[in-house]
């Protein structure tokens, strides 16, 4: 057997419950503190000092008193982290877990787009969804997150015509409410792009009575059947205020059921699955691959190693300026 095999074998072999001991401990021992984002496995987010969404945890990234943030999410997360609290050392415990929205906007080709649009004599404004690199960040004008994007929208100035990048589907629905035109970037979440609507309506059928709560990122066709459409923490107080049991099917990555069932324990939550494979089978697809390097292995031995880092970029000073003035105020 491989090396490589050898220590995988290994690392499965671990007990969840020695390895949330180890993190606790080398936590204190080494003045990190842990900020895991809703769709990360529920055994993360129980070791954490903070959880939430982008949003959130950007703002609780400032506030951190310890020399060190372990961010548990994916790479845009930490940067953003990293951004905004510039003197802190912020680890990821994997450096690939990215992002397919991020991955579908390159700077590169934003620019062009940016610079064709001026040249035709368009006054554009570039709102991004925070699920971008720092890279494309610092050539736009505005961040959002899915729990602020209404009200930056507002902010941008009637005159301006807004260049929404890189999720299509945020985009039209951000459009619809808010009654500005945009020009869509034609991106979209891998995981939120796979749910059924036959799935969803089977699902709506076998649940009488059921709300379905789904993620802004999810297809026009998946929002139409929806009964609640917002972001995780968003969905997290619309079921605190229902306080009835009731059943929720939710279009969101899976690890969300976690802090649903943590703040209304009442209710039944159902995730509502991806398409169906030619065996009839639901695909595991509403789990991100990326957020699921974060295990509580890689964690212990980010912490147990001190890597890897997020440094500093040059490009940092011009992204951190929009992200603070888009998330801060
Ligand atoms: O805002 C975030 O963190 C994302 C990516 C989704 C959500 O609604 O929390």
């Not at 035109?181 to 034609?186: F, G, R």
């Not at 890897?308 to 801060?328: G, H, I």
Request: aromatic share 6%.
């Amino acid at each position: 057997m491989s090396a490589g095999l050898v220590q995988l074998e290994r690392d499965l072999n671990e007990d969840p419950l020695d390895l949330m001991d180890e993190i606790d401990r080398l936590k204190k021992e080494k003045d990190v503190t842990i900020l895991a984002h809703f769709y990360v496995d529920g055994e993360i987010q129980d070791v954490a000092d903070f959880t939430g969404d982008s949003l959130k945890l950007a703002r609780d990234a400032t506030k951190v008193t310890s020399s060190t943030i372990l961010f548990a999410g994916v790479h845009f997360m930490a940067e953003t982290a990293k951004m905004l609290s510039p003197d802190k050392r912020v680890l990821i415990p994997d450096m690939l877990a990215g992002c397919s929205l991020a991955e579908s906007c390159q700077p590169e080709a934003l620019k062009k787009m940016q610079d064709e649009l001026r040249a035709e004599g368009r006054n554009i404004s570039t709102v991004a969804y925070i699920n971008t690199s720092a890279a494309v960040k610092s050539l736009c004008d505005w961040i959002v997150t899915s729990g602020n994007a209404r009200e930056i929208i507002d902010r941008v100035p009637a005159d301006q015509e807004i260049l929404f990048v890189p999720d299509q589907h945020l985009g039209r629905y951000l459009s619809e409410v808010s009654g500005r035109k945009m020009i869509l970037w034609p991106g979209s979440c891998m995981v939120h792009e796979v749910f059924s609507i036959q799935d969803l309506l089977r699902a709506k059928r076998n649940n009488p009575g059921s709300l379905v709560m789904a993620h802004p990122e999810c297809p026009a066709n998946v929002l139409e059947h929806s009964d609640f459409i917002g972001g995780t923490e968003a969905m997290r107080k619309f079921v605190m205020q229902k306080t009835e049991p009731m059943t929720f099917l939710v279009a969101t990555e899976a690890n969300m059921i976690h802090p649903l069932e943590k703040c209304a324990p009442q209710h039944k939550y159902i995730p509502v699955p991806g398409i169906m494979t030619s065996s009839g089978e639901t695909c595991a697809c509403n789990r991100c691959p990326h957020m699921a390097r974060n295990t509580l292995v890689s964690v212990r031995n980010c912490l147990r190693d001190f890597a890897p880092e997020v440094l500093w970029q040059p490009f940092f000073d011009k992204a951190r300026a929009v992200v603070a003035k888009s998330l801060l105020n």
